[in-house]
């Protein structure tokens, strides 16, 4: 099985990827894609930086810093997996994301309110449950 799992850097994020070890830990075998989607810069970003290197330098960091500790955890379980960084919007880029990487999965954390009190998801969630090919597990914060 082949497992996505968006990371933005959140302590969210990071209970959908030990869910998922739980998962690995209970017998399912699968490898993992790690995904993170970078905003694309706002108008104040391009006016002040001038050069278009360094917003794609400062973009590169911001995923590298989000993606760590989530490549930290499946590296410390011995469990295969891969990176896709993208720019754009986070909820179509990553429903792409798994079609093209074919994942059978998708794990993802709630966003960081409450989701019990509102019912709501965030656009994320809400653009992978509608779109997505493959099933989507959402973990909610404290449940994972």
Same mark, same amino acid.
């Given at each position: 099985?082949?497992?996505?799992?968006?990371?933005?850097?959140? =302590?969210?994020?990071?209970?959908?990827?030990?869910?998922? *070890?739980?998962?690995?830990?209970?017998?399912?075998? &699968?490898? /993992?894609?790690? &995904?993170?989607?970078?905003?694309?810069? +706002?108008?104040?970003?391009?006016?002040?930086?001038?050069?278009?290197?360094?917003?794609?330098?400062? +973009? @590169?960091?911001?995923?590298?810093?989000?993606? &760590?500790?989530?490549?930290?955890?499946?590296?410390?379980?011995?469990?295969? /997996?891969?990176? @896709?960084?993208?720019?754009?919007?986070?909820?179509?880029?990553?429903?792409?994301?798994?079609?093209?990487? =074919?994942?059978?999965?998708?794990? *993802?954390?709630?966003?960081?309110?409450?989701? +019990?009190?509102?019912?709501?998801?965030?656009?994320?969630?809400?653009?992978?449950?509608?779109? &997505?090919?493959?099933?989507?597990?959402?973990?909610?914060?404290?449940?994972?």
């Amino acid at each position: 099985m082949r497992i996505l799992l968006p990371v933005d850097g959140s =302590e969210g994020a990071l209970e959908a990827v030990r869910h998922a *070890l739980r998962l690995v830990h209970n017998g399912l075998r &699968a490898s /993992f894609v790690l &995904a993170n989607v970078q905003e694309p810069a +706002s108008l104040y970003e391009v006016v002040v930086a001038h050069n278009a290197e360094v917003i794609e330098q400062v +973009s @590169e960091a911001a995923a590298a810093h989000s993606l &760590a500790p989530a490549q930290a955890l499946l590296r410390a379980a011995g469990l295969e /997996f891969e990176t @896709e960084i993208g720019r754009g919007d986070p909820g179509h880029l990553l429903v792409d994301i798994a079609e093209r990487c =074919e994942c059978d999965l998708v794990i *993802l954390g709630a966003r960081g309110q409450d989701v +019990s009190d509102s019912g709501a998801l965030g656009p994320v969630a809400t653009a992978l449950l509608q779109h &997505a090919q493959a099933p989507v597990t959402v973990v909610k914060r404290g449940e994972a």
